[in-house]
Nanobody
Framework: QVQLVESGGGLVQAGGSLRLSCTAS????????MGWFRQAPGREREFVAA???????RYADSVKGRFTISRDNAKNTVYLQISSLKPEDTAIYYC???????????????????WGQGTQVTISS
């Protein structure tokens, strides 16, 4: 079993930045593809970014150029650097992981086996 814990969320002004972290325990995630998703009130969970175990990345169009996903396998941690934040980025951000995800499937939340509890990101205008 893999446990994922997100951290780094908070309240920031529009235009600001945050770095979200997702730390895994129970098993190494070096062979896992990892993703970030978000869910705003009244909306479905949506794909934000993902990274394969060899470092290939994919981003939602709405965050390209503003968000960067990275991983540090030595720390069993995945990061999401979020910049130029907008009020519409307000959501709970979730980390997810699975060893079977490939580039074509990494945007689908249903393909991920392991999920964290989420961290709230709130952007004030």
């Amino acid at each position: 079993q893999v446990q994922l814990v997100e951290s780094g969320g908070g309240l920031v002004q529009a235009g600001g930045s945050l770095r979200l972290s997702c730390t895994a325990s129970g098993r190494t995630i070096s062979g896992y593809s990892m993703g970030w998703f978000r869910q705003a009130p009244g909306r479905e969970r949506e794909f934000v970014a993902a990274i394969t175990y060899i470092g290939n990345t994919r981003y939602a169009d709405s965050v390209k150029g503003r968000f960067t996903i990275s991983r540090d396998n030595a720390k069993n941690t995945v990061y999401l650097q979020i910049s130029s934040l907008k009020p519409e980025d307000t959501a709970i951000y979730y980390c997810a992981g699975d060893p079977t995800i490939t580039i074509p499937t990494m945007t689908s939340p249903g393909r991920y086996r392991y999920w964290g509890q989420g961290t709230q990101v709130t952007i004030s205008s």
